[in-house]
């Protein structure tokens, strides 16, 4: 299934999912089946098995003719972030390629890490498809991207085996691991990636059945156009299975919880010269059977 999170004009957020290309309002059609289906996604992902079979029984029992009375018209909706998530762990230096130009450009090295590199970004980082990445030119004048496949959890995860973490896996999304690079402190990176709207996150929420594990997805980064970033999820260094262990091995993993898996490489700092975002920028991050996920840059001084 792929599930999204909109709402009308001037509504609260609405729970949905693309049947055939169109946009079906589950929110409304449990209401008329008179069904007990948690009305945003949050909700659903921590309603475990009952939340996906339910939703998947309201929509089988239906055809599309039918349900066209709770199609919404892509114009007459607004889109948002799927979900605010309780945690976002994010992967540093996990594609080979990447490793070598944040090596030169900001200095991390060029060793392959033996095990995961990891930060957190908080849920107020998240921005949803179409909203703006704010550029704060008083913070940063080194505003970058980073197209990431972005792992939903749905079940917790605590010491879970490399062999069992394909179960704790609800869906995949994309995420935009936006980064203001000169503002890293003493190497840490929280302030640098956890700025208000550095974490774009969406179009939709693919669930894991709907995507062959592993995912071997090709990626793409575009900025006014023109391509930046292009890759494909095999060539991760840590695979997701081995994230989840890695992680969960002293940090809970929650239904809802989020891990950005890491960035290929051609970020704005490692090309040649450097390239960063302004103000009037397009960024559109894409990744196979997901979507694009387009936010413009503002200026927000």
Not at 88 to 100: F, K, Q
Not at 125 to 130: K, L, N, S
Not at 200 to 223: I, N, Q, Y
Request: charged letters at 20%.
């Amino acid at each position: 299934m792929r599930l999204v999170t909109f709402s009308l004009p001037d509504g609260p957020p609405r729970l949905g999912a693309e049947v055939d290309g169109h946009l079906v309002d589950l929110t409304a059609l449990s209401a008329e089946e008179n069904v007990n289906l948690p009305q945003d996604l949050l909700s659903l992902i921590r309603a475990g098995d009952f939340g996906l079979h339910t939703t998947q029984v309201l929509l089988s029992r239906r055809t599309l003719e039918s349900l066209r009375p709770h199609v919404r018209d892509r114009d007459e909706i607004v889109p948002h972030a799927p979900f605010r998530p309780g945690k976002i762990i994010g992967v540093g230096l996990n594609y080979v390629e990447h490793i070598a130009e944040s090596g030169r450009a900001l200095g991390t090295g060029e060793e392959r890490p033996p095990r995961p590199v990891l930060f957190s970004k908080p849920g107020t980082a998240i921005t949803g498809p179409g909203d703006p990445i704010h550029h704060n030119g008083d913070l940063t004048s080194q505003l970058d991207w980073e197209c990431e496949l972005a792992v939903v959890i749905g079940r917790t995860a605590r010491r879970v085996s490399e062999a069992d973490a394909w179960e704790h896996v609800f869906g995949f999304s994309i995420i935009n691991d936006i980064s203001a690079r000169d503002q890293r402190r003493s190497g840490q990176w929280f302030f640098s990636k956890g700025q208000d709207t550095y974490a774009p996150f969406g179009p939709v929420v693919v669930t894991r059945d709907a995507v062959p594990c592993p995912p071997e997805l090709d990626l793409s980064l575009r900025v006014n156009g023109e391509v930046k970033q292009k890759s494909n999820t095999r060539h991760m260094l840590f695979p997701i299975p081995r994230l989840i262990a890695d992680i969960s091995s002293g940090v809970m993993l929650e239904p809802g919880d989020v891990i950005a898996t890491g960035s290929p490489a051609g970020v704005g700092a490692g090309l040649n010269p450097p390239q960063f975002l302004r103000p009037g920028d397009l960024v559109e991050a894409t990744i196979e059977s997901i979507g694009t996920l387009t936010n413009p840059v503002v200026d927000a001084r």
